[in-house]
DNA sequence: TCTGGGGTCCTAGGACCC
DNA sequence: TCTGGGGTCCTAGGACCC
């Protein structure tokens, strides 16, 4: 049996969680740069409150009827992250942090239908009493079925936040009334054609024959059917897998317009994306380099994206900034006032499995790669930093309603006043 | 007054080469 | 001289997730 749980309204709900006071009350949480809503705590939910709408179209509600609004505070939510994972990882046999917010819970005991939903009450009564956090639990066979019945949990009458897809009545009563585009994996546009098909409901998915969805569509959507009949096709290993890509990307503050500001942003994407390589122990054969004005201004859409080739794949950050030069060239263009770039490492291969060449030159420096990460992660990013990224933030992130960091930092602690 | 997220994977199609 | 198939590389952009 697998459980998903997550948390409603994440960063939301972590923001109520220091501020006792809004418990009550609707909070919104906004995304990088305050630009979009990217958490509604449950509250907001009925206020008819959306997800990933940008800000300024929602603050007409926002001000009638008195939300609170925060900026993104990551460090907060890592934290209580932490600690609500940890909580359910309590209760399994097994666990997958699939995101922030969301965790796939395996089991590997049979019990009835009611014990499992007293599990499920009972994951969500103690990650409430533990990190105050509200949870949703959805159980099934498959993981597919397990988000389904978490989905089910929270948008269907009666469940209050606990539904368990295990027998046969309860998987066509809750995929009946389920949108096919709440399947997971079947998005905006699939579910478009699945219903030109006369698809409109996850059930009615369930019901396909998986050679014919498999030719019509994917292999991945072949695996979505099988898993909403019951038939586990989605595996994963007690380590992620690798990423087969990274990216490192940010919309500015404030416009950027000149080559050297560009430059500096983009030397500091290559430093986040090649750190979270050299977590995976992977080496880089290419990248590629992006920047944009923003589609939303009058201006005509440039776009640009170079890709560039390592002649020895690299782990080394000094490697790639030092080919980011020439890649700007390429890509700047006066006149544009830039509102996004980021750096992706396209061509990972795994340092485990490199065979090296004998005859290459190989710049990297391991040591000193190992001395830069275990720098930053004691004292913090940008401890040790490439020059070229530059020592003053003139590009920092809009966060007009940042809170405390208030589980990370002495300085943040809370105070009561008695 | 101005304001529109971030990450990963996949693919169509043009450019280029043989 | 004109015409042609097929492969790889690269860029833009779509699709999905949160």
Not at 125 to 146: F, I, N, Q, S, Y
Not at 383 to 404: V, W
């Amino acid at each position: 049996m697998f459980f998903l749980c997550d948390a409603s309204g994440f960063y939301s709900s972590a923001e109520k969680v220091m501020r006792p006071d809004l418990r009550k009350k609707p909070v919104i949480t906004l995304s990088n740069n305050d630009g979009c809503v990217v958490a509604v705590c449950p509250i907001a939910k009925r206020l008819g409150i959306k997800k990933f709408v940008p800000y300024f179209q929602v603050k007409d509600v926002v001000e009638k009827y008195g939300v609170t609004v925060t900026s993104s505070n990551y460090e907060l939510y890592h934290s209580l992250s932490t600690k609500m994972m940890d909580t359910i990882g309590q209760f399994a046999d097994d666990v997958y942090v699939y995101s922030i917010d969301e965790v796939f819970a395996r089991f590997n005991t049979a019990l009835s239908h009611e014990s499992w939903m007293a599990l499920g009450r009972e994951i969500r009564k103690t990650v409430w009493k533990e990190v105050r956090l509200p949870v949703g639990a959805g159980g099934g066979l498959t993981p597919t079925l397990a988000k389904a019945a978490s989905h089910a949990g929270k948008r269907l009458p009666g469940y209050n936040g606990v539904a368990v897809i295990h027998s046969e009545q309860e998987r066509v009563n809750i995929l009946e009334q389920m949108d096919v585009t709440d399947v997971w994996g079947v998005g905006r546009r699939l579910g478009q054609k699945l219903r030109t098909l006369g698809i409109n409901k996850a059930l009615q998915l369930s019901q396909q024959s998986p050679a014919r969805i498999r030719k019509q569509f994917s292999i991945i959507l072949e695996n979505t059917v099988r898993e909403l009949n019951g038939e586990l096709r989605i595996h994963w290993d007690d380590v992620r897998p690798d990423k087969q890509q990274i990216y490192s990307t940010r919309t500015f503050g404030t416009r950027v317009t000149t080559k050297a500001e560009l430059h500096k942003a983009i030397t500091g994407h290559c430093e986040s994306a090649m750190r979270k390589l050299r977590k995976q122990r992977g080496l880089t054969k290419a990248i590629t380099v992006f920047a944009s004005n923003s589609p939303h201004d009058d201006a005509r859409y440039y776009r640009k994206s170079v890709y560039h080739q390592f002649a020895i794949p690299t782990m080394d950050t000094r490697i790639v900034t030092n080919a980011i030069p020439a890649v700007i060239d390429k890509i700047y263009k006066p006149g544009i006032c830039f509102y996004r770039c980021g750096v992706g490492l396209v061509e990972i291969l795994s340092a485990a499995n490199y065979q090296a060449d004998l005859f290459a030159e190989n710049k990297d420096n391991p040591k000193l790669m190992n001395v830069l990460d275990a720098v930053n992660d004691r004292y913090g990013k940008s401890t040790l930093q490439i020059a070229s990224k530059g020592f003053t933030k003139t590009h920092e992130m809009k966060r007009q309603f940042i809170t405390q960091r208030a589980t990370t930092r002495w300085s943040d602690i809370p105070t009561i006043q008695c």
